[in-house]
T-cell receptor
Framework: DTGVSQNPRHKITKRGQNVTFRCDPI?????LYWYRQTLGQGPEFLTY????????KSRLLSDRFSAERPKGSFSTLEIQRTEQGDSAMYLC??????????????FGSGTQLSVL | GESVGLHLPTLSVQEGDNSIINCAYS??????FIWYKQESGKGPQFIID?????DKRQGQRVTVLLNKTVKHLSLQIAATQPGDSAVYFC?????????????FGKGTKLSVIP
């Protein structure tokens, strides 16, 4: 158990619907990351937060995607007007940055999204 | 763009044998490398890491080797056990880039035959 909690574990939705996922990082971790993973592939970076500030977004993160981390603790990832191509595992990871150059990311078990 | 890849998509080994999983990377600016293990239905789990100023690092039953000349990374698992069955990913990043934006390879599925 890495300590990163993601809900829900599975989400099935119809094309065009909006979905929201939640991530609760390890409590003292100040960085939070979202990755997306499709079957047979490695995870792909989407975005990350340092405390409550969203500092970087991937080109993969279209305008239909929005992520928040309002109080620097939990984060939500919303996908609007879902498309079948959004079907994937959405992984959250957290880390503690305290001046060291190398972080260790701890991943949650992910939310598996299926868009019908 | 530059990316990390793996030579072998699947690997089957007998229980008790040693396993070697290989990875090639192409981003010459990458200076930090990590191996992750991912079991079915779970997120990636950190195994071992290595910085570019090292060529070998050992953990418990695992060893990572880095060959910067040919941009090659390998993970060696000693005395492979059934619990080692999983997909293994190598990942790379530029530690000075300001964020921990990992680039993952495609993964190698390790199957341990009892």
């Amino acid at each position: 158990d890495t300590g990163v909690s993601q809900n829900p574990r599975h989400k099935i939705t119809k094309r065009g619907q909006n979905v929201t996922f939640r991530c609760d990082p390890i409590s003292e971790h100040n960085r939070l990351y979202w990755y997306r993973q499709t079957l047979g592939q490695g995870p792909e970076f989407l975005t990350y937060f340092q405390n409550e500030a969203q500092l970087e977004k991937s080109r993969l993160l279209s305008d239909r995607f929005s992520a928040e981390r309002p109080k620097g603790s939990f984060s939500t990832l919303e996908i609007q007007r879902t498309e079948q191509g959004d079907s994937a595992m959405y992984l959250c990871a957290s880390s503690l940055v305290s001046g060291a150059t190398n972080e260790k990311l701890f991943f949650g078990s992910g939310t598996q999204l299926s868009v019908l | 763009g530059e990316s990390v890849g793996l030579h072998l998509p699947t690997l089957s080994v007998q229980e008790g044998d040693n396993s070697i999983i290989n990875c090639a990377y192409s981003n010459s600016a990458s200076d930090y490398f990590i191996w992750y293990k991912q079991e079915s239905g779970k997120g990636p789990q950190f195994i071992i890491d290595i910085r570019s100023n090292m060529d070998k690092r050992q953990g418990q039953r695992v060893t990572v080797l880095l060959n910067k000349t040919v941009k090659h990374l390998s993970l060696q698992i000693a005395a492979t056990q059934p619990g080692d069955s999983a997909v293994y990913f190598c990942a790379e990043t530029e530690s000075g880039a300001g964020s921990y934006q990992l680039t993952f390879g495609k993964g190698t599925k390790l199957s341990v035959i009892p």
